[in-house]
């Protein structure tokens, strides 16, 4: 119930109006839902906490707070939430100069 009530939470931060919607039966609903991400797709209870903060309160787009406003959502995009929310590692950067660029794109024109 605690992970339900933290989705809750973080969903007033940005749609109070929806909030006011949940009754305590749906509140009750998305805990049997979020145990089942638990107990069935071995979600880590400190990672489901950590994608839900993410989608909510922390993702740089913004997409994900009007598309999680239930646990059903949660569960159902929790693979794709779970790499999204995942801390980019630095990409190397090359650093290509014209030529370089010029003689790649001969090289795949030759081919």
């Not at 929806?18 to 839902?33: C, I, P």
């Not at 069935?40 to 598309?67: M, T, Y």
């Not at 059903?72 to 801390?87: G, T």
Request: charged share 30%; hydrophobic share 45%.
């Amino acid at each position: 119930m605690v992970l339900a009530e933290f989705l809750l939470e973080v969903i007033t931060t940005h749609s109070p109006q929806y909030v006011r919607k949940v009754t305590k039966r749906q509140l009750r609903s998305w805990a049997v839902t979020i145990d089942r991400l638990i107990r069935l797709d071995e979600a880590a209870p400190e990672e489901v906490r950590r994608v839900i903060k993410w989608a909510h309160l922390d993702d740089p787009s913004g997409f994900w707070q009007p598309n999680l406003l239930s646990a059903n959502s949660l569960r159902k995009q929790f693979p794709r939430l779970l790499l999204q929310s995942k801390p980019k590692k630095g990409k190397p950067e090359v650093d290509l100069d014209a030529a370089a660029v010029a003689a790649a794109l001969d090289l795949g024109a030759r081919l």
